[in-house]
């Protein structure tokens, strides 16, 4: 019998979560509050629409012709909260010959985020901050998860692109990515980097919901600050790039 998850939406042809064109799958529930969260809609698990593996297998292959060179993501919220549906996900993309992304905050216990990272081709890894007074103000979770998920992917040699989301006047503390980019080139198994610059494009979705949005004055990150930023983890010799903001 195919497993069953819940989702928020699917995105036919995205283009900027892993290699190539790609079919994403947001999944439902995250245990992230960040108070940048583009999707807050996510954050609950037990709401969104509840699929089977079978029926976004057949939504894969209408699209496979021209995500063939590109692949599968699963993002969210947060995949990880939903292990056993994340994993027949991707197994059943192996079987089709397509790549597979996770795309995850790294706040998930290794055994349980194992089996998953199993069918996993590339994880594309959040981590927010590395401050860990400066992470928790930022997501409400500590970061000792994520360093620890950091740690064990570079141990099995997955391919990693890590992210980080540049917030003026919050994230762009420059000892917070001082250490995290010495945090990074311990690292042998990161691929790339990418500097997300912040925009406010999810607010609207804070207002919908009757949320507080703590971040309604913050600026942009303005080129010359990405630009800064990426620097940073060039001197490090990691592979950086400013990318589209979130």
């Known amino acids: 019998m195919s497993q069953s998850g819940r989702i928020h939406s699917i995105e036919t042809f995205g283009t900027v979560d892993g290699p190539?064109?790609?079919?994403?799958?947001?999944?439902?529930?995250?245990?992230l509050r960040c108070l940048y969260c583009h999707n807050p809609d996510c954050r609950n698990a037990h709401e969104g629409k509840e699929v089977t593996v079978d029926y976004l297998i057949d939504e894969i292959k209408k699209c496979k012709s021209f995500i063939r060179k590109g692949g599968?993501?699963?993002?969210?919220?947060?995949?990880?909260?939903?292990?056993?549906?994340?994993?027949e996900i991707f197994a059943r993309c192996h079987q089709l010959?397509?790549?597979?992304?996770?795309?995850?905050?790294?706040?998930?216990?290794?055994?349980?985020a194992q089996p998953v990272l199993d069918e996993t081709d590339l994880v594309l890894l959040d981590i927010k901050s590395y401050i860990p007074e400066l992470y928790y103000k930022v997501t409400n979770v500590s970061i000792e998860p994520t360093l620890a998920m950091a740690k064990h992917l570079s141990e099995i040699r997955k391919p990693v692109w890590i992210r980080?989301?540049?917030v003026p006047?919050?994230?762009?503390?420059?000892?917070?990515?001082?250490?995290?980019?010495?945090?990074?080139?311990?690292?042998?198994n990161v691929e790339r980097l990418e500097v997300l610059p912040f925009?406010?494009?999810?607010?609207?979705?804070?207002?919908?919901l009757g949320l507080p949005y703590s971040l309604k004055d913050t600026p942009p990150a303005d080129p010359q600050l990405v630009q800064q930023t990426v620097d940073i983890f060039r001197d490090r010799?990691?592979?950086?790039?400013g990318a589209i903001g979130v």
């Open 20 to 31: 190539g064109i790609r079919f994403i799958v947001f999944t439902q529930g995250c245990p």
């Open 72 to 87: 599968v993501t699963v993002s969210g919220g947060e995949p990880l909260m939903q292990p056993e549906f994340a994993r």
């Open 97 to 112: 010959g397509l790549h597979t992304a996770l795309d995850t905050s790294g706040y998930c216990a290794i055994e349980v």
């Open 164 to 166: 980080f989301v540049l």
């Open 169 to 188: 006047h919050l994230t762009d503390n420059i000892a917070n990515i001082n250490q995290l980019a010495d945090f990074i080139a311990t690292l042998t």
């Open 199 to 208: 925009h406010k494009m999810g607010e609207y979705k804070w207002e919908q």
């Open 237 to 241: 010799g990691i592979y950086a790039l």
